[in-house]
């Protein structure tokens, strides 16, 4: 029986990205997705590269950063060997806030003011007047991305089983031994858990991985540039690609692992978008979709090995899966080859969950 040197369950963004960067050091790799690769939250995923918001907790802004930081370097990368455009824009975003938070927001500083009026920055905004700051956020296209490292993890080697759920991760000695299917099994020196909000359903470990749905959705063929940069207001956001596109969302929704979309949010949030930009009124409704967050108790990915010699993970990354999967694959394809980390991700320790 052939064996490889990890198995990656899952080929999300954070799978696929990974088994790159594990192929960079020479490892024979496998993945193992249930479905169809990057079709799951990745496929969902607005691809605002969120760097710091009030949401992030303390505990990830080093590696926010970090990955920020990587990615025109990462995407590079990807372009090249795949020659997929992943739309990395880097217009920035403008964050409306309520009045009375637009001063002195912690973290924000003068280098936050926009750079000219709202009026002449954002001019198809319905409220020039309202409060805004600007961060220097990029945002990319994770469909593309997920369809980009899907090309070069294939280019570079990387097996790829899908269609078919891993049921079970096996155990020899004390030690990982492989992975199971409901058809098969393969066998490996290392498995990571890449399996999103997935990855607590199989042993021998139970991550405290939830689904958190999302609902989204997109208008397109309007005036051109109508939106120029991402806008997050208090209510929705939108995501402009290069392409004319406008994502609008999202929702944030405990409903477990419904995939459906509910017709009255989607046109509740439409109309949201109507309302802060009314030009938007020309474009038409494209898509509406819903995806799953994975989730975890605290808001923070689990990263690192386990318990079990040999089992690995790299889940969790609830709303900042796509920001983070660069540092995600660095760090992990270095924790993976028994090398020193650049970051420490002690607090990611799926040891923290005492399982
Ligand atoms: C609506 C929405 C908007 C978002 N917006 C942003 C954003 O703007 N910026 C950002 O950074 N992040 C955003 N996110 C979050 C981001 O999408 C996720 O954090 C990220 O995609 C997680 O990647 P992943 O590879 O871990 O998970 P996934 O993409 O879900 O991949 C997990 C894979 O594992 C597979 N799998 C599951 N179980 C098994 C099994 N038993 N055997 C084999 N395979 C299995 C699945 O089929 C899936 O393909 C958003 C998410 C949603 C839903």
Known sequence: ?????????????????LSIALRKRGARVLIVERGEPGREASYAAAGMLVECSLETPPALRPLATASAQMYPEFVHELQDESRVDVDLRDDGTILLCPPDH???????????????PLSAFEPALADPQQA???LKERSVDPRALAAAALKAAKHRGVDISSGRAVTEVLISDGRIAGVRTEKTSYAALAVVNCAGAW?????????PTRPVKGQMLSVAGGPRNTARHVIRSPEIYLVPRSDGRVLIGATVEEAGYD???DPAVIEQMHRAALRLMPALSGARMLEAWAGLRPGTPDNLPILGPTATPGYFVAAGHFRDGILLT??????????????RPDYDILAFSPTRFQL
């Open 326 to 339: 660069p540092v995600t694959a660095h760090v992990m394809a270095q924790v993976v080859t028994e090398s």
């Open 1 to 17: 029986m052939r064996t490889w040197d990890v198995i990656i369950i899952g080929g999300g963004i954070i799978g696929l990205s």
């Open 102 to 116: 637009a001063q002195g927001r912690a973290g924000f500083s003068t280098e936050n003011q926009l750079p000219s």
């Open 132 to 134: 805004a700051i600007f």
């Open 259 to 261: 995939k459906r979309t």
């Open 199 to 207: 990855a607590g359903d199989f042993g021998p470990q139970r991550f």
